[in-house]
């Protein structure tokens, strides 16, 4: 028989959702199948049960047509199942070479690694398949792709024939990921299977045999990738037409909030992060900040805040200079950050709601009456009106933050951001993370901020996002800035090359 | 009129070898507990009870090596627990630790008056005594240091070697390393994450304890309440120092028996006040944190790990 | 009220279990736990001389558990707070035994700010040290508590020690600067109203205050601080500054209330109580102040015990240690409620034959004896 994996009538519940209803999914030796879906669709809660990591409530699994159960990863591996998850799980003090054979490392003299071979196992392997490394090099050196391409070398050294891949798409530039697909379809020659998740209907559509569509935990269906359209498959994943722009009317831009001129950064290690970045963001406008995670965005948003000092150049805001100057004092003259990573930097879990929504202007007033007292009923006050004004769904304004959803989180963020009117946003990565609906109401938001007259700077590695929301964008690469274009005049393969160091000239 | 030449003299560096033994062997256990991700601020703790057991054992038995065993069984034990706390019951790391320091001081000064009558001190037992190494002795310094003292110390070294053997040329020091640094990543690769993280604190109180054990046993042959004296922690420090590696857990160790021996000759010749002078390894234990802390990163981030 | 319960719970059942296995320990030895713990509880609360002593304990260790906690919050281990109390109460010290011509209601509050002043610069080299260097706080914490006894001791058997020189004390500080005794004929003075006062402030400092806010996000999460233009590393030093100043106040307290001058080896290890008891105390000031009077109850009736039953005093140590234990790891009290589901059950049911017993036995007796 041909089939690989069956998964049949698999259902697992988590206190407050069902994950996965009732889930059948087959995929034949030799195939890539694309597991599509939105965000919190189940399509990771599924593979992680394939993968040993969950246990099902209900159903079965067929490996082979024989039924087997699969009670932890090891027991996975051992049934020729391999996965990559979208967060690497290498160890970044270690060598290529050592992640590879963690946990089934070959030895001499008994106790001793044998490294030879094992450096020499992986030349094969890797040759077999177009990917090549150097098994000496240290992971933390290696950029996102290489280390994506280490993963997979792992999971075949451990014999796998099943190999699923979480997301593999989302850090990769287009170059990497015409790589990648290259790669699944020389695993797919050999007879191995590929389960290819994603939410990225063109891709899915370019290099996937099948698709099995997910919707809250449910299997919407499953259709030949030969067979359908995006738009078809959009409209299983989602359930309705998705608007793919939102209203945008042109504003006149007005004067210049922010500028930045020659900015040179290191990062931490002591290398060169921001070469030459210079840019302009003004009164009502959108500036997006287009880029491949990893070239100097979390650099970027950390001089403009004041977190990292510049090695050379000039930031001004409103016409001031604070280049130099600390966090606190920013915020003070207007400055405003949407952090990349809410959860350890945009609120403090562990806070209530309320002492979320004053974190960083506890020291100003209204909150500070005459003499470091906090005046913590004017505090509720602000809370109360925020709660409302942003819909901010908790059950009280004394909630921990850690008890909300992600996109309730945000909402937390935004209204704390927004409410004060600041001179300058800056958003970085806003919606990651985020089901559409949350994602759809950051965007609603930004567009209100700009054309309330807020000068917003929006960095974001998905580029239908800086499409959708920008009035002029920047692309970053390599720490410079190597063009500035504006939205109407440019469209996604030309900033697709950008990013990636190509030029259109 | 005392001349320089009785506080530095080859003496010195044998007894700096000797002071710097159950500092080492608590940073050794240090090592194998950082490494896997867990603070173990008890080595004091450990190393107390690894001297105060070492000498019931011995005491009970006649024998100083039983009481070597009894020592590390002890420690294994502490160790465990704190594996327990820390591990199964996701405790604070410190806390349990710190508990287990009080713990540890108070149950050997109560047993301690339990069974000799005294909490200050126990009964004389059989202590380790000293060995020669025949060709070794007789070098004609290096033979001072090296080639006669109590066995724990050759012990000690032999463990640095082999600590370092284990962390960097075999699967299980490979697997510790990963477990410490990304527990994700080794759970993912099928290996036992909490069964490692078990094992290595266990290791790390037994360490401990030979550290303890060499105190009671090693340099004298009986038990005072408290005769750890702050060394678990100045072990850590010397963990700190040495980059959470073997042999830099031996040079830092040696450097802080250095301030402890020359600190002890200083007393003897009456130069400053005692106290002035006791506090000499202490002052520079913080020096040296304050001075080298900048150029080490700890290898995990100590946050324990729940599989989902 | 039951949500108070509810709150203190964890602590309430780690203390009982400490108890318990601390009861085993006495077993083991070959002494009645029952004999033992009322032994304590007679020495402690029974006549005037225990209360007295009680709370006299207790309060420095209030000022050592505030300590700890103020840093606790800032997300450090202050485990110091030793060596700061003895600078504190030198520092106090050195001020009572000058001065002589000053009022009272000068020369005590200068003693009692000094006494902070020194443990407050005490807690700033471990905090400076943290906060721009990086230091692990608990090492040099714990290692400036070991200078700051030798420093003391030398200080008073050296160039402060109190002629004819046979005992390691300083002169008695002047009568401007000492505080009252409030219960004679015990030694419990009006430092512990200050204790108290000092638990009721730190709270407001915590919960009402800008820069209380500011420590309390530190500790929650550096980064988020940070990232919302928190200076953290100024917050860090005025954490230890603060944890330094209460526990140096203890000490000021000791010193100027008690012994009336400084004596070498006046503290027992207060410093490293107020760590156990800031954590049976739940981290909450006010329940350390509860928590400190029961370590104080459990040192002071120790002392009655070992005279009574012949236990070692050192069972409080161990006591105490238990009780850290198992307040630090929450968890294991959750899994430990869950098998012991079963336990009240069968508790009931054993009191309620227990309770038939009675009857039974009367039966018996009727019957055999018609």
Same mark, same amino acid.
């Given at each position: 028989?041909?089939?690989?994996?069956?998964?049949?009538?698999?259902?697992?519940?988590?206190?407050?959702?069902?994950?996965?209803?009732?889930?059948?999914?087959?995929?034949?030796?030799?195939?890539?199948?694309?597991?599509?879906?939105?965000?919190?669709?189940?399509?990771?809660?599924?593979?992680?049960?394939?993968?040993?990591?969950?246990?099902?409530?209900?159903?079965?699994?067929?490996?082979?047509?024989?039924?087997?159960?699969?009670?932890?990863?090891?027991?996975?591996?051992?049934?020729?199942?391999?996965?990559?998850?979208?967060?690497?799980?290498?160890?970044?003090?270690?060598?290529?070479?050592?992640?590879?054979?963690?946990?089934?490392?070959?030895?001499?003299?008994?106790?001793?690694?044998?490294?030879?071979?094992?450096?020499?196992?992986?030349?094969?392997?890797?040759?077999?398949?177009?990917?090549?490394?150097?098994?000496?090099?240290?992971?933390?050196?290696?950029?996102?792709?290489?280390?994506?391409?280490?993963?997979?070398?792992?999971?075949?050294?451990?014999?796998?024939?099943?190999?699923?891949?979480?997301?593999?798409?989302?850090?990769?530039?287009?170059?990497?990921?015409?790589?990648?697909?290259?790669?699944?379809?020389?695993?797919?020659?050999?007879?191995?299977?590929?389960?290819?998740?994603?939410?990225?209907?063109?891709?899915?559509?370019?290099?996937?045999?099948?698709?099995?569509?997910?919707?809250?935990?449910?299997?919407?269906?499953?259709?030949?990738?030969?067979?359908?359209?995006?738009?078809?498959?959009?409209?299983?994943?989602?359930?309705?037409?998705?608007?793919?722009?939102?209203?945008?009317?042109?504003?006149?831009?007005?004067?210049?909030?922010?500028?930045?001129?020659?900015?040179?950064?290191?990062?931490?290690?002591?290398?060169?992060?921001?070469?030459?970045?210079?840019?302009?963001?003004?009164?009502?406008?959108?500036?997006?900040?287009?880029?491949?995670?990893?070239?100097?965005?979390?650099?970027?948003?950390?001089?403009?805040?004041?977190?990292?000092?510049?090695?050379?150049?000039?930031?001004?805001?409103?016409?001031?200079?604070?280049?130099?100057?600390?966090?606190?004092?920013?915020?003070?003259?207007?400055?405003?950050?949407?952090?990349?990573?809410?959860?350890?930097?945009?609120?403090?879990?562990?806070?209530?709601?309320?002492?979320?929504?004053?974190?960083?202007?506890?020291?100003?007033?209204?909150?500070?009456?005459?003499?470091?007292?906090?005046?913590?009923?004017?505090?509720?006050?602000?809370?109360?009106?925020?709660?409302?004004?942003?819909?901010?769904?908790?059950?009280?304004?004394?909630?921990?933050?850690?008890?909300?959803?992600?996109?309730?989180?945000?909402?937390?963020?935004?209204?704390?951001?927004?409410?004060?009117?600041?001179?300058?946003?800056?958003?970085?990565?806003?919606?990651?993370?985020?089901?559409?609906?949350?994602?759809?109401?950051?965007?609603?938001?930004?567009?209100?901020?700009?054309?309330?007259?807020?000068?917003?700077?929006?960095?974001?590695?998905?580029?239908?996002?800086?499409?959708?929301?920008?009035?002029?964008?920047?692309?970053?690469?390599?720490?410079?800035?190597?063009?500035?274009?504006?939205?109407?005049?440019?469209?996604?393969?030309?900033?697709?090359?950008?990013?990636?160091?190509?030029?259109?000239? | 009129?005392?001349?320089?030449?009785?506080?530095?003299?080859?003496?010195?560096?044998?007894?700096?070898?000797?002071?710097?033994?159950?500092?080492?062997?608590?940073?050794?256990?240090?090592?194998?507990?950082?490494?896997?991700?867990?603070?173990?601020?008890?080595?004091?703790?450990?190393?107390?009870?690894?001297?105060?057991?070492?000498?019931?054992?011995?005491?009970?038995?006649?024998?100083?090596?039983?009481?070597?065993?009894?020592?590390?069984?002890?420690?294994?034990?502490?160790?465990?627990?704190?594996?327990?706390?820390?591990?199964?019951?996701?405790?604070?790391?410190?806390?349990?630790?710190?508990?287990?320091?009080?713990?540890?001081?108070?149950?050997?000064?109560?047993?301690?008056?339990?069974?000799?009558?005294?909490?200050?001190?126990?009964?004389?037992?059989?202590?380790?005594?000293?060995?020669?190494?025949?060709?070794?002795?007789?070098?004609?310094?290096?033979?001072?240091?090296?080639?006669?003292?109590?066995?724990?110390?050759?012990?000690?070294?032999?463990?640095?070697?082999?600590?370092?053997?284990?962390?960097?040329?075999?699967?299980?020091?490979?697997?510790?390393?990963?477990?410490?640094?990304?527990?994700?990543?080794?759970?993912?690769?099928?290996?036992?994450?909490?069964?490692?993280?078990?094992?290595?604190?266990?290791?790390?109180?037994?360490?401990?304890?030979?550290?303890?054990?060499?105190?009671?046993?090693?340099?004298?042959?009986?038990?005072?309440?408290?005769?750890?004296?702050?060394?678990?922690?100045?072990?850590?420090?010397?963990?700190?120092?040495?980059?959470?590696?073997?042999?830099?857990?031996?040079?830092?160790?040696?450097?802080?028996?250095?301030?402890?021996?020359?600190?002890?000759?200083?007393?003897?010749?009456?130069?400053?006040?005692?106290?002035?002078?006791?506090?000499?390894?202490?002052?520079?234990?913080?020096?040296?944190?304050?001075?080298?802390?900048?150029?080490?990163?700890?290898?995990?981030?100590?946050?324990?790990?729940?599989?989902? | 009220?039951?949500?108070?319960?509810?709150?203190?719970?964890?602590?309430?059942?780690?203390?009982?279990?400490?108890?318990?296995? &601390?009861?085993?320990?006495?077993?083991?030895?070959?002494?009645?736990?029952?004999?033992?713990?009322?032994?304590?509880?007679?020495?402690?609360?029974?006549?005037?001389?225990?209360?007295?002593?009680?709370?006299?304990?207790?309060?420095?260790?209030?000022?050592?558990?505030?300590?700890?906690?103020?840093?606790?919050?800032?997300?450090?281990?202050?485990?110091?707070?030793? &060596?700061?109390?003895?600078?504190?109460?030198?520092?106090?010290?050195?001020?009572?035994?000058?001065?002589?011509?000053?009022?009272?209601?000068?020369?005590?509050?200068?003693?009692?700010?000094?006494?902070?002043?020194?443990?407050?610069?005490?807690?700033?080299?471990?905090?400076?040290?943290?906060?721009?260097?990086?230091?692990?706080?608990?090492?040099?914490?714990?290692?400036?508590?070991?200078?700051?006894?030798?420093?003391?001791?030398?200080?008073?058997?050296?160039?402060?020690?109190?002629?004819?020189?046979?005992?390691?004390?300083?002169?008695?500080?002047?009568?401007?600067?000492?505080?009252?005794?409030?219960?004679?004929?015990?030694?419990?003075?009006?430092?512990?109203?200050?204790?108290?006062?000092?638990?009721?402030?730190?709270?407001?400092?915590?919960?009402?205050?800008?820069?209380?806010?500011?420590?309390?996000?530190?500790?929650?999460?550096?980064?988020?601080?940070?990232?919302?233009?928190?200076?953290?590393?100024?917050?860090?030093?005025?954490?230890?500054?603060?944890?330094?100043?209460?526990?140096?106040?203890?000490?000021?307290?000791?010193?100027?209330?008690?012994?009336?001058?400084?004596?070498?080896?006046?503290?027992?290890?207060?410093?490293?109580?107020?760590?156990?008891?800031?954590?049976?105390?739940?981290?909450?000031?006010?329940?350390?102040?509860?928590?400190?009077?029961?370590?104080?109850?459990?040192?002071?009736?120790?002392?009655?015990?070992?005279?009574?039953?012949?236990?070692?005093?050192?069972?409080?140590?161990?006591?105490?240690?238990?009780?850290?234990?198992?307040?630090?790891?929450?968890?294991?009290?959750?899994?430990?409620?869950?098998?012991?589901?079963?336990?009240?059950?069968?508790?009931?049911?054993?009191?309620?034959?227990?309770?038939?017993?009675?009857?039974?036995?009367?039966?018996?007796?009727?019957?055999?004896?018609?």
């Amino acid at each position: 028989m041909n089939t690989a994996v069956r998964m049949v009538n698999i259902t697992k519940t988590f206190p407050g959702t069902v994950a996965n209803d009732r889930v059948n999914l087959e995929v034949q030796k030799g195939e890539i199948h694309g597991l599509l879906g939105e965000n919190g669709a189940g399509k990771t809660v599924l593979m992680n049960i394939l993968y040993g990591l969950y246990k099902p409530d209900e159903g079965q699994i067929f490996i082979n047509d024989i039924e087997t159960r699969i009670d932890s990863s090891a027991a996975a591996i051992k049934y020729g199942i391999g996965m990559v998850h979208q967060h690497f799980m290498l160890v970044p003090s270690l060598t290529i070479a050592e992640n590879i054979v963690l946990g089934r490392e070959p030895t001499k003299d008994i106790v001793l690694l044998d490294m030879a071979k094992i450096v020499k196992t992986i030349e094969d392997t890797s040759r077999g398949y177009g990917l090549e490394v150097d098994p000496e090099a240290l992971v933390r050196d290696l950029p996102v792709g290489l280390q994506q391409r280490v993963e997979i070398l792992k999971a075949l050294y451990r014999g796998a024939q099943i190999l699923i891949l979480d997301e593999p798409t989302s850090v990769l530039t287009p170059q990497e990921v015409d790589s990648l697909f290259k790669a699944m379809r020389a695993l797919e020659q050999q007879g191995k299977s590929v389960i290819f998740i994603t939410h990225k209907l063109k891709e899915v559509c370019a290099v996937c045999d099948k698709i099995t569509v997910l919707k809250k935990g449910k299997v919407v269906g499953t259709v030949e990738a030969t067979q359908t359209t995006p738009q078809e498959l959009a409209a299983m994943m989602v359930g309705r037409e998705i608007s793919s722009t939102c209203e945008k009317g042109s504003l006149q831009p007005g004067k210049t909030v922010l500028r930045v001129e020659g900015i040179q950064t290191l990062n931490d290690r002591k290398l060169l992060a921001l070469k030459d970045v210079a840019f302009e963001v003004h009164e009502s406008e959108i500036l997006g900040i287009a880029g491949v995670e990893g070239n100097g965005q979390t650099e970027l948003v950390d001089v403009l805040i004041g977190l990292r000092e510049v090695t050379k150049g000039k930031i001004s805001l409103d016409g001031k200079p604070i280049t130099n100057i600390s966090p606190h004092e920013r915020i003070g003259m207007g400055l405003s950050n949407v952090p990349e990573d809410r959860q350890k930097n945009g609120l403090i879990l562990d806070f209530s709601v309320l002492e979320n929504l004053i974190l960083g202007y506890q020291d100003k007033p209204p909150f500070e009456t005459g003499w470091i007292r906090l005046n913590l009923k004017r505090a509720s006050t602000f809370a109360d009106e925020l709660i409302e004004e942003y819909s901010i769904k908790t059950p009280s304004k004394n909630t921990l933050a850690r008890h909300l959803s992600g996109g309730t989180q945000q909402r937390v963020v935004l209204a704390r951001e927004f409410s004060r009117k600041p001179k300058l946003i800056i958003a970085s990565q806003p919606t990651r993370g985020l089901d559409i609906g949350a994602t759809e109401y950051v965007h609603k938001k930004l567009v209100e901020m700009r054309d309330q007259g807020g000068a917003i700077l929006l960095i974001s590695a998905d580029l239908d996002e800086i499409l959708t929301l920008s009035d002029r964008i920047a692309v970053l690469y390599e720490g410079k800035i190597v063009a500035i274009k504006e939205c109407s005049k440019t469209n996604e393969f030309e900033l697709g090359l950008l990013m990636t160091g190509g030029n259109n000239e | 009129m005392i001349s320089i030449i009785d506080i530095i003299n080859v003496g010195l560096f044998a007894a700096t070898l000797r002071m710097a033994t159950p500092l080492v062997f608590a940073a050794l256990g240090g090592i194998f507990s950082e490494r896997v991700g867990v603070v173990n601020i008890a080595l004091e703790g450990m190393m107390l009870t690894g001297a105060f057991t070492g000498v019931l054992a011995s005491f009970y038995t006649g024998n100083a090596w039983l009481g070597v065993l009894g020592a590390v069984l002890a420690g294994g034990l502490l160790g465990l627990l704190h594996a327990l706390l820390t591990v199964k019951f996701v405790g604070n790391q410190i806390v349990s630790g710190t508990g287990i320091n009080i713990l540890a001081v108070g149950i050997t000064a109560y047993l301690s008056q339990v069974i000799w009558g005294s909490r200050g001190a126990s009964q004389s037992v059989n202590g380790l005594g000293t060995i020669s190494i025949p060709l070794l002795k007789d070098i004609p310094i290096l033979g001072e240091i090296l080639g006669s003292t109590t066995p724990l110390v050759y012990i000690m070294l032999i463990l640095v070697v082999l600590t370092y053997v284990v962390l960097f040329r075999t699967p299980m020091g490979l697997r510790i390393r990963a477990v410490g640094e990304h527990p994700a990543a080794a759970d993912t690769a099928g290996i036992n994450v909490y069964r490692i993280k078990y094992l290595c604190l266990m290791i790390s109180g037994m360490l401990a304890a030979l550290g303890g054990a060499f105190l009671s046993l090693g340099q004298l042959n009986f038990f005072v309440s408290s005769m750890t004296g702050g060394r678990g922690f100045i072990a850590l420090a010397a963990m700190i120092l040495g980059g959470w590696m073997p042999f830099g857990a031996l040079g830092a160790g040696l450097l802080f028996g250095f301030t402890d021996a020359l600190q002890m000759r200083l007393q003897g010749a009456g130069l400053l006040a005692p106290q002035i002078i006791q506090a000499i390894p202490y002052v520079v234990t913080v020096v040296v944190l304050a001075g080298f802390v900048r150029k080490r990163t700890p290898p995990s981030d100590y946050k324990p790990y729940e599989k989902e | 009220m039951v949500t108070l319960l509810r709150a203190t719970l964890p602590q309430i059942v780690a203390i009982v279990l400490a108890f318990l296995v &601390g009861a085993i320990v006495l077993l083991a030895t070959g002494y009645s736990p029952i004999n033992a713990y009322l032994a304590v509880i007679k020495g402690a609360f029974g006549d005037i001389y225990g209360i007295g002593q009680t709370f006299t304990q207790a309060t420095p260790i209030i000022f050592t558990a505030l300590a700890f906690i103020f840093a606790f919050k800032c997300g450090l281990f202050n485990i110091g707070a030793e &060596g700061q109390l003895l600078i504190g109460g030198f520092t106090a010290a050195l001020v009572g035994i000058s001065f002589g011509d000053l009022p009272v209601y000068i020369h005590l509050p200068l003693a009692l700010l000094a006494g902070a002043a020194g443990g407050a610069l005490w807690g700033f080299i471990p905090g400076i040290l943290k906060a721009r260097l990086g230091a692990h706080e608990v090492i040099t914490s714990m290692m400036l508590s070991y200078v700051a006894l030798y420093i003391t001791s030398y200080m008073v058997n050296y160039p402060f020690i109190a002629p004819p020189g046979w005992v390691a004390q300083t002169v008695p500080v002047t009568p401007s600067a000492e505080l009252p005794r409030i219960l004679p004929p015990t030694q419990l003075s009006a430092s512990i109203f200050i204790a108290i006062g000092m638990a009721v402030m730190t709270t407001l400092i915590l919960d009402k205050t800008v820069l209380g806010y500011e420590v309390r996000a530190v500790g929650l999460s550096t980064s988020a601080a940070k990232s919302n233009g928190i200076n953290v590393k100024n917050t860090v030093v005025f954490a230890f500054v603060m944890s330094g100043a209460l526990a140096g106040l203890g000490g000021a307290g000791e010193i100027l209330g008690v012994h009336h001058r400084f004596i070498n080896g006046f503290s027992p290890g207060y410093g490293f109580d107020g760590l156990a008891v800031g954590l049976i105390g739940g981290l909450n000031p006010i329940g350390s102040v509860l928590a400190a009077i029961l370590i104080g109850a459990l040192r002071a009736g120790g002392m009655t015990m070992n005279t009574v039953t012949g236990v070692p005093i050192d069972i409080v140590s161990v006591l105490q240690g238990l009780v850290v234990l198992f307040v630090a790891a929450p968890r294991l009290i959750s899994y430990l409620s869950r098998k012991g589901l079963a336990t009240p059950r069968l508790v009931k049911s054993a009191l309620a034959k227990a309770r038939t017993l009675p009857t039974e036995i009367k039966r018996i007796f009727r019957r055999g004896g018609s």
